[in-house]
Nanobody, 119 residues
Framework: QVQLRESGGGLVQAGGSLRLSCVASGRAFSSYMMDWFRQAPGKEREFVTRLSASDGSTNYADSVKGRFTISRDNAKNTVYLQMNSLKPEDTAVYYC????????????WGQGTQVTVSS
């Protein structure tokens, strides 16, 4: 069993930066594909970014491309989301998710961390 815990959320002014962390308990963290999602009030959860376990490739939603960066430190069982040039529309609860098989549903989800960007 793997548990994911996000941290690093908070209140920031537009144009500012935050770095979110997602720490995984358990073993074999390096084998998991790690994603970040977000959910704004009254909206559906949406994909933000993905980091492959196999080749380190990344994918980003168009809305965050060029502003957000996903990375991981397998020695610390942690995936990061560096968010720069934040906009009010980035306000949401951010979740990390993990899975081994990209063709299967996500195996694990974190509880989320709130990011609020003021204008």
């Amino acid at each position: 069993q793997v548990q994911l815990r996000e941290s690093g959320g908070g209140l920031v002014q537009a144009g500012g930066s935050l770095r979110l962390s997602c720490v995984a308990s358990g073993r074999a963290f390096s084998s998991y594909m790690m994603d970040w999602f977000r959910q704004a009030p009254g909206k559906e959860r949406e994909f933000v970014t993905r980091l492959s376990a196999s080749d380190g490739s990344t994918n980003y939603a168009d809305s965050v491309k060029g502003r957000f960066t996903i990375s991981r430190d397998n020695a610390k069982n942690t995936v990061y989301l560096q968010m720069n040039s934040l906009k009010p529309e980035d306000t949401a609860v951010y979740y990390c998710a993990a899975r081994v098989n990209p063709n299967r549903p996500y195996d694990y989800w974190g509880q989320g961390t709130q990011v609020t960007v003021s204008s």
